[in-house]
């Protein structure tokens, strides 16, 4: 086997330059770069519209999850979500809250507290909701599926309170974009 040096390669006739045949692999050494760094590889959506209701203080599942493969594992990952939810209890003040979760575990400072705060009204007092979103930039370091998904709880200053997501079954969002390297 020989080795060509040269500072750059031009197609003979119009611009599409191959190289290699159907089936043959082209290999780069270590810290090559290709083509569409910064460019998105891939975009996944996912949505949930079922209403979760939860009376737990515990991060519990909202039903919006979504997942990616990375092509690298230098790839990062751009997560929008933009999730319905809704907090209510009767005679006490509560808030929900969220929490955004890679492959079972939650992600550092992505916990949200009092997101959709109710002040405290009379019974039957009516409740407002609406959807949270927001961006975050991962960077999962690997090339198997990465599931990301959202959690949910209640605080209140009493009990009896709940977290309310996809309230009257509206529709939550999250998108996955793989960011190239």
């Not at 040269?6 to 197609?11: E, F, G, R, S």
């Not at 407002?128 to 198997?144: E, K, N, Q, R």
């Not at 605080?155 to 309310?164: I, L």
């Given at each position: 086997m020989g080795t060509i040096f040269?500072?750059?390669?031009?197609?003979q006739s119009g611009t599409t330059l191959t190289l290699g045949s159907s089936g043959d692999t082209v290999t780069l050494t270590s810290g090559a770069k290709t083509s569409?760094?910064?460019?998105?590889?891939?975009?996944?959506?996912g949505s949930a519209s079922t209403a979760v209701n939860v009376t737990s203080s515990s991060f519990t599942d909202t039903g919006l999850s979504a997942s990616i493969t990375p092509t690298s594992t230098s790839s990062k990952i751009m997560i929008h979500v933009?999730?319905?939810?809704?907090?209510?209890?009767?005679?006490?003040?509560?808030w929900s809250r969220l929490r955004l979760?890679?492959?079972?575990?939650?992600?550092?400072?992505?916990?949200?507290?009092?997101?959709e705060w109710d002040e405290a009204g009379g019974v039957g007092a009516v409740?407002?909701?609406?959807?949270?979103?927001?961006?975050?930039?991962?960077?999962?370091?690997?090339?198997?599926a990465v599931e990301y998904k959202l959690?949910?709880?209640?605080?209140?200053?009493?009990?009896?309170?709940?977290?309310?997501?996809?309230?009257?079954?509206?529709?939550?969002?999250?998108?996955?974009?793989?960011?190239?390297?």
């Open positions: 040269v500072d750059k390669l031009d197609p569409g760094f910064g460019k998105v590889g891939q975009i996944i959506q933009s999730q319905m939810l809704s907090s209510d209890r009767d005679n006490e003040d509560c979760v890679r492959d079972g575990s939650g992600l550092t400072g992505l916990e949200w507290s009092k997101l409740k407002a909701g609406g959807i949270t979103t927001f961006c975050y930039l991962d960077s999962p370091s690997t090339t198997s959690q949910g709880s209640i605080g209140a200053s009493g009990s009896n309170a709940t977290a309310r997501f996809q309230m009257g079954n509206e529709s939550s969002f999250i998108q996955l974009m793989e960011i190239l390297d």
